[in-house]
């Protein structure tokens, strides 16, 4: 199920990224190398929106990986309690 997510704009002209829901188990690797298990609950070509346990910090470097894609390099764009937001800082295949 695709939504459009209000928060975010995609293209600078106003327009918002599409934002796929999904319960997508994955793993994030801090920049110390400490790793927590999340689960991806919605995905766009810019980012996602993750839940956690509450130890990622708004503003650090970190490593996603989903599936059997390739890790992907992201910015904890925001924290707040057991959800997260990544910006990718690199193109993304997830999956």
Same mark, same amino acid.
């Given at each position: 199920?695709?939504?459009? $997510?209000?928060?975010?704009?995609?293209?600078?002209? !106003?327009?918002? #990224? /599409?934002?796929?829901?999904?319960? =997508?188990? !994955?793993?994030?690797? $801090?920049?110390?190398?400490?790793? /927590?298990?999340?689960? /991806?609950?919605?995905? #766009? *070509? $810019?980012?996602?929106?993750?839940?956690?346990? +509450? #130890?990622?910090? @708004? +503003? @650090? =470097?970190?490593?996603?990986?989903? +599936? *059997?894609? =390739?890790?992907?390099?992201?910015? /904890?764009?925001?924290?707040?309690?057991? $959800? %997260?937001?990544?910006?990718?800082?690199?193109?993304? %295949?997830? !999956?």
């Amino acid at each position: 199920m695709a939504e459009r $997510d209000p928060g975010m704009t995609g293209n600078g002209s !106003g327009a918002r #990224s /599409v934002r796929i829901d999904l319960a =997508q188990p !994955g793993m994030v690797t $801090d920049s110390d190398g400490g790793r /927590v298990a999340v689960i /991806v609950r919605d995905l #766009s *070509k $810019d980012g996602c929106r993750l839940s956690t346990d +509450g #130890s990622l910090i @708004e +503003g @650090e =470097q970190v490593m996603l990986a989903v +599936g *059997k894609g =390739q890790p992907v390099p992201a910015l /904890v764009a925001w924290a707040l309690g057991d $959800d %997260a937001g990544l910006h990718f800082t690199a193109p993304a %295949a997830i !999956g």
